[in-house]
C-alpha cells in the first residue's frame, strides 16, 4: 500500500504539473479525498524533479543545441543564448517572492494558504483568468521573435504559483496569450520556465526537510519520482497537441467543477 500511494502521488504530479489545473491541489484534494496522508509542500516539491527531467528529455533540441559547440565555448555559449537568457531573467520573480516568503515567513503556506477553501477559490480565480486569455486574440510572439520584456512578464504572472491553486503552467500560458504568444509556443516556453522555478523548489525543500525524507525511504521517493517522469512526458505531450488546436475550454470548466467539488465537501 506504501508503494502504490506513492505511485498516486507520482501519477497526479506528473499529470496536473502541465496540464492547467494544478499539481499542488490536486495532491492534497485528492489526497483528502482517497483518506490517504497529504503529502505535504517537501515531498511536493521534490518529486516535482521527475517533471524537470521530463521536460529536459522532451525539449533535448531546445536545450541542448549547443551539442555543435566545443568545450571551450561551452560557458560562453550559454551566456549568450538567447532562449537561456529569457528563462534566466523570467526565473527571477519567483526566486525573489519565494526567497523571502521562506525566510520571513517559512509556515506561510501551511496553513490558511494550503486549506480546501484557499485552493477552490484560487481554481476559480484562475478559471476566469484562464478564459480572459483563451478569448484574446491569437497572437504572432513566438520564442524566437519574444523580447526579455515579454519573458520577465511571464515569469512574474509565474511568481503567484506559489499560491496553492493557482497552477504554474496555467498562469504562465494565460498571461502569455494574453500578450500576444502564439498557443503552441506559449505552451512552449511555459514548460521550458518551469525547470529552474520547479528545480529550485526542490532543492530548496529537500535541504530544509532532509531528515524527513529519509525517514519516508529511498524506495518509495524512488517509485513517485520514476512515476512522475513517466507521467508527466505523457502530459506534455498531450497538453502541447491538444491545446494548439482547442485552447483552454476544457481546462476552464474543470477548473470551475472543481471548486465546487471542493467547496461541496469542506
Known amino acids: 500500500m506504501e508503494y502504490l500511494k506513492f505511485f498516486l502521488y507520482g501519477l497526479i504530479q506528473g499529470f496536473t504539473e502541465f496540464i492547467p489545473v494544478s499539481s499542488t491541489a490536486h495532491l492534497k ?6 483518506g ?50 529569457s528563462i534566466l531573467i523570467g526565473t527571477i520573480p519567483i526566486v525573489l517572492l519565494g526567497g523571502i516568503i521562506k525566510i520571513f515567513i517559512p509556515y506561510f503556506f501551511d496553513n490558511a494558504l494550503r486549506s480546501n477553501l484557499s485552493i477552490a477559490l484560487f481554481s476559480f480565480l484562475m478559471a ?21 520584456a515579454d519573458s520577465f512578464l511571464i515569469g512574474f504572472s509565474q511568481a503567484f504559483a506559489i499560491f496553492p491553486g ?17 498557443r503552441k509556443d506559449a505552451a512552449k516556453f511555459s514548460f521550458l ?9 526542490a532543492i530548496v525543500e529537500f535541504i530544509s526537510s532532509f531528515n524527513d525524507f529519509f525517514l519516508l525511504g529511498f524506495l518509495p521517493l524512488f517509485v513517485g519520482l520514476v512515476t512522475t517522469f513517466l507521467s508527466s512526458l505523457l502530459a506534455i ?3 502541447l497537441k491538444y491545446f494548439s488546436s482547442n485552447g483552454l475550454k476544457i481546462f476552464i470548466i474543470y477548473r470551475v467543477i472543481f471548486g465546487f ?4 465537501n469542506l
Open 29 to 34: 484534494v485528492i489526497s483528502l479525498f482517497l
Open 36 to 85: 490517504i496522508d497529504d503529502p505535504g509542500a517537501s515531498f511536493s516539491a521534490f518529486i516535482q524533479i521527475g517533471s524537470v527531467l521530463a521536460i529536459a528529455l522532451y525539449f533535448r533540441n531546445e536545450i541542448f543545441s549547443f551539442r555543435s559547440q566545443s568545450s571551450k565555448k561551452f560557458l560562453e555559449y550559454l551566456l549568450h543564448q538567447r532562449l537561456l537568457r
Open 128 to 148: 476566469f483568468f484562464m478564459y480572459l486569455a483563451d478569448s484574446s486574440k491569437r497572437g504572432s510572439i513566438n520564442i524566437k521573435n519574444h523580447n526579455y
Open 166 to 182: 493557482v497552477s504554474r503552467s496555467g498562469v504562465t500560458i494565460s498571461s502569455a496569450l494574453i500578450s500576444g504568444w502564439e
Open 193 to 201: 520556465l518551469g525547470m529552474p522555478a520547479i528545480s529550485l523548489a
Open 237 to 239: 505531450d498531450f497538453l
Open 261 to 264: 467539488a471542493i467547496l461541496l
